[in-house]
């Protein structure tokens, strides 16, 4: 088939197709412009598979979206839910769904392939399981992740940042530093490609690890204990069986050697006095914009506000490091050899720069915090609401499972993050107004949990 | 290969014990033959047609020879004979052709490391220094010897060492201060030990469960377990079971962390040449946590700890035994382990102090009971029962701690349980006679009449498992899965696969399981022969009763 005809018509599938497509940011606003920065074909024919860069503008937004489609020509009834239209040349389909499309990236990556736009790179000595069938994960929000046997997991990056991919980047380091908590890199794919202004441009496009096969995510479990703790009608969080702060205290040890790896591989840096001025001053500023979304904030405001101070006075220099960023229950797996952190992109909607810059490892630390007290109150919100004997037990299980964190991250950072407690303090409030706007606007009925963390945090209550 | 019959006859099969299902009888509490109140080998062979029927394959009998009985009959005072309240040599020769008949095997115990101070070995030993016993015992004019071996019965013993005022000489023991440990530094002491093996073998059984066996050698500058020179002495018993003895299984009790307990099955290479089978010690604690936290992790990890085994050897597993088997009775290392990780609440320390049956333990839930042996007869390794525990016998925790759980036998709702014709107050521990787990509610003849006791469910489930010799010869697999509650694994043995999904919370669970490598059969639930829709490409969805669990078969592909 020519690829100047096809192209053109399957890129006026395109833009009606991403708009519906979970991984797509723009979902709310029309597509005005759809361009196809680079096409590669990877397979001629039954299926044909292109892999396309498209840049996707809407109004002043500009995003690079990477796209592999195949080309049928006779429809597939399992392809069916993927299917983005009829063209000429045949059926057109997301071809990471596509089995007989995917079935060729191992070979790629054994033999270290470039074809097109797309360079395959191999983890020395990495063991990739030839012949294994992908299959795609469900419930995967800004990626497309996909598993070849139950051995490894091919992670494809969708909306496109030039630049090194944190994950791949944080997860190679790790892995040739033999770091025992993550999931070990595999592998990635390179792209590069010219942009409009005829500048040539580099990204990681996908991620290949190892597939974490008998784990069970933070959230599900410390979920399942939650559930136990509610279900006994007097017990404390310490006396039912499905106590957590075992786990929650290796979580810390987990988390608190990943740190210390990290620091050893990447750069390190420091927060100066003026940093942290700066740093207070943002949020502050995030905080003053939250009251106008969330006005339930306004009476705890100028009582919040002192942890911005506090932070502001703080006089000497302040370790940074590369972090996780977007550190929570469900971003670590506990597998039988112990729990493993994933997913280290850091926050999605962040730009590049700033999901690479160095930061105290304490922002982690506040971010894990916050998610034991999610997991303590969600189910209160849904199945118990207004029931203050549960209530009480739930901050019963958070206060627990938060100092056995702590105390696990201590024993193996040889210093307890609550020592740092304005850096603390600082980043769990400035977490907590975050998700305070974030549910007023996206899930009104759980506002109620991060409104009673600011509450405590107001008063000084931790 | 059939498995739904009985173990194959001696000399067909050498690897029986790999499919057995083991019993661990006490002939002192299962049934008394002449009314004298103590149970007795004639008593057990009036019960062997039970057994059978329950579906034993091979019967485990702690020890039985003459003993002063300060250590339950572990303090052997004659390694060659039988003591007399339980019946006489000819009566043991008769039980063991009367099994055998019913194609159920014999293994006994066997104290090695050291005997009673009433052996007349130690009382030769003591009064004559230079005599022919003089060096049977590992004496020392000082008590500063091997001072890295830890004392293991912390509560009873301050040293391991202790003076003899007769010859004035201080002599080694592991255990208690009236066992006195063998030399086995002094080949006559080996001899020894092998003639008794021997006498026994001759009398026609089928292997010896070996107690503490790590202990039997002693060196400076070592913590005097495991050490070469006794693996060497248990490959010398293989050689000579091997060479003189076909079919015959060693069974060794170290208690130890499983990656130091693969050292008893030997060399790899020629498939084990040491000990057939060992017990695989911290199986039976993580399920009972397991279940107490509701997280499949503790079995898991353990699992995953788990080293492969040589070709020709087994696990023995066990949810209950004679002993309490507490936290004091592990490893240190795993001890620690356990208590850091899984026991920081009090009363969980509690639950896991076992000095009681499976029943009592888990407050006589029948859900749970059958939770519980479901995994015994479905994890990695031949299953050893516990007598009683078919019927969910209970304990007497107002006995004596080691008694509770060795009360008689509750075979019907008559006096004394149907154990013993005597005056009640002549048994030699009581019959258990609660409100819940007393023997006129739990008994054999009721259970034996209504086919949905758990007596009737464990046989069956017995059976199904010999169908199956997955169950007993596959490969282990975690499956994982989506719901931490919930364990999931399957055994494969050529194209017999079983699938077992096991739900470890109080709660029903759904479960989500990655089956691709499974794609196009159709499983098939064992119990009921229930058709389950077939397995496709994404994931598939079960959902179990609290304390539910599921048997499939996998064989079956689709048209």
């Not at chain 1, 990626?143 to 997991?153: E, F, I, K, R």
């Not at chain 2, 149970?39 to 003993?67: E, N, Q």
């Not at chain 2, 005599?131 to 590992?138: E, H, K, S």
Request: charged share 25%; aromatic share 10%; with cysteine.
């Amino acid at each position: 088939m020519s690829a100047e005809n096809w192209l053109v018509n399957a890129t006026a599938l395109l833009s009606g197709w991403l708009r519906h497509q979970r991984w797509f940011a723009g979902k709310d606003r029309p597509v005005d412009d759809l361009h196809v920065l680079a096409a590669t074909r990877l397979r001629a024919d039954d299926p044909a598979v292109w892999h396309l860069l498209v840049e996707v503008s809407q109004g002043p937004q500009t995003d690079l979206y990477q796209v592999p489609l195949s080309i049928r020509p006779q429809p597939d009834d399992r392809l069916e839910h993927v299917l983005l239209g009829r063209i000429d040349e045949g059926y057109v389909y997301d071809a990471l769904h596509d089995k007989a499309a995917t079935a060729d990236v191992l070979e790629r990556f054994a033999r270290q392939d470039a074809i097109g736009s797309l360079r395959f790179i191999t983890e020395p000595g990495a063991a990739l399981p030839l012949g294994e069938a992908s299959l795609v994960l469900t419930g995967e929000q800004s990626n497309t992740s996909l598993a070849y046997g139950d051995v490894a997991l091919l992670k494809v990056f969708r909306r496109i940042q030039p630049g090194l991919n944190p994950d791949v980047e944080i997860h190679d380091a790790l892995t040739r530093a033999g770091c025992g908590n993550i999931a070990p890199l595999l592998g990635w794919i390179e792209g590069t490609w010219e942009d409009r202004h005829g500048r040539l441009q580099e990204a990681s496009l996908a991620m290949l690890q190892s597939f974490l096969t008998t784990a069970t995510d933070g959230w599900a479990f410390a979920s399942a204990s939650v559930r136990d703790l509610f279900a006994e009608g007097d017990l404390h969080a310490d006396e039912v069986g499905g106590d957590f702060a075992g786990e929650a205290e290796r979580l810390g040890e987990a988390t608190a050697q990943v740190h210390s790896r990290l620091a050893q591989v990447l750069p390190v840096g420091t927060m100066t006095p003026d940093d942290l001025i700066d740093l207070a001053d943002a949020m502050r500023a995030r905080l003053k914009a939250a009251v106008v979304t969330v006005p339930e904030l306004t009476q705890h405001a100028p009582a919040l506000e002192t942890a911005f101070d506090e932070l502001a006075e703080i006089d000497t220099d302040v370790p940074t490091q590369r972090i996780h960023g977007d550190y929570h229950l469900g971003q670590v797996l506990r597998t039988v050899v112990g729990w493993k952190l994933v997913d280290f992109e850091g926050e999605p909607e962040k730009s590049l720069a700033e999901r690479t810059a160095l930061d105290s490892p304490i922002r982690d630390v506040a971010g894990m915090l916050r998610s034991f007290d999610y997991a303590a109150w969600h189910l209160l919100v849904a199945d118990h609401p207004g029931d203050d004997q549960i209530t009480y037990r739930a901050s019963e299980w958070a206060t627990r499972n938060r100092s056995a964190f702590c105390n696990g991250y201590a024993r193996a950072a040889g210093r307890d993050p609550r020592e740092d407690a304005v850096l603390l303090r600082a980043y769990e409030t400035d977490k907590a107004i975050y998700e305070a706007v974030y549910e007023a606007r996206n899930r009104p009925a759980w506002l109620p949990i991060p409104l009673a963390a600011a509450e405590r945090l107001a008063e000084g209550v931790r | 290969m059939t498995f739904d019959h009985p173990i194959p006859a001696p000399g067909t099969d050498p690897q029986w014990f790999k499919r057995a299902v083991f019993y661990e009888v006490l002939v002192r509490s299962f049934k008394d033959s002449n009314g004298d109140g103590a149970g007795d080998l004639r008593g057990l062979i009036d019960k062997l047609d039970y057994l059978a029927w329950l579906g034993v394959d091979c019967l485990w009998l702690p020890p039985f020879y003459p003993s002063p009985l300060r250590d339950g009959g572990y303090d052997v005072s004659d390694y060659k004979g039988v003591l007399p309240e339980f019946g006489t040599l000819e009566d043991f020769t008769i039980f063991v052709r009367r099994a055998h008949d019913r194609g159920m095997r014999v293994v006994v115990d066997f104290v090695m490391n050291h005997t009673s101070d009433q052996h007349p070995w130690f009382q030769a030993s003591r009064t004559d220094p230079d005599g022919p016993y003089g060096d049977f015992y590992v004496w020392a004019d000082d008590d500063t010897g091997y001072p890295d071996a830890r004392i293991i019965f912390v509560d009873t013993e301050t040293s391991n060492w202790t003076f003899d005022p007769v010859r004035k000489q201080y002599f080694w023991h592991r255990f208690f201060s009236h066992q006195p440990d063998l030399n086995f530094e002094n080949p006559a002491v080996r001899e020894a030990i092998m003639d008794a093996l021997r006498f026994w073998l001759d009398l026609g059984i089928d292997g010896f469960r070996l107690d503490a066996v790590p202990y039997l050698y002693e060196a400076e500058g070592t913590n005097c377990e495991n050490l070469p020179e006794t693996h060497g002495f248990l490959k010398s018993i293989r050689k000579m079971v091997d060479d003189e003895y076909p079919d015959t299984v060693l069974l060794c009790e170290a208690n130890q962390w499983p990656a130091d307990v693969v050292e008893y099955f030997g060399d790899y290479s020629v498939g084990g040449d040491e000990c057939h089978m060992a017990f695989h010690f911290p199986v039976m604690p993580r399920i009972f946590m397991a279940v107490r936290r509701e997280s499949r992790y503790p079995i898991s990890e353990i699992m995953a700890q788990t080293p492969d085994i040589p070709a020709n050897c087994q696990w023995g597993i066990f949810l209950r035994n004679h002993d309490e088997l507490t936290l004091e009775m592990v490893t240190d290392e795993e001890r620690d382990y356990m208590w850091a990780e899984y026991a920081k609440d009090p009363r969980m320390k509690a639950n896991i102090g076992i000095r009681r049956r499976l029943a009592p333990l888990l407050e006589n839930d029948t859900n749970q009971i059958e939770l519980f042996t479901a995994l015994l007869l479905s994890l990695p390794g031949s299953p050893v029962l516990y007598y009683g525990d078919e019927i969910g016998m209970g304990d007497n925790i107002w006995l004596g701690d080691r008694d509770g759980v060795r009360t008689p036998m509750q075979w019907t709702p008559d006096r004394n349980a149907g154990f013993s014709t005597s005056d009640p107050g002549r048994l030699t521990l009581p019959v258990v006679m609660d409100a819940v787990h007393g023997y006129q509610v739990k008994n054999v003849e009721a259970q034996l009449q209504n086919s949905s006791s758990l007596l009737h469910w464990t046989q069956r489930m017995i059976q199904i498992r010999k169908e199956n010799p997955a169950f007993s010869l596959g490969d282990f697999t975690d499956l994982g899965g989506s719901n931490p509650s919930v364990i999931s694994y399957v055994r494969v043995f050529g194209d017999d696969i079983v699938m077992c999904v096991n739900n470890l919370s109080r709660f029903p669970q759904p479960v989500e399981l990655d089956l691709r490598r499974f794609e196009g059969t159709q499983p098939v639930e064992l119990l009921g022969g229930v058709r389950f829709p077939p397995i496709g490409e994404l994931p598939y969805l079960l959902t179990l009763a609290p304390h539910g669990f599921y048997w499939f078969r996998l064989g079956e592909a689709l048209p």
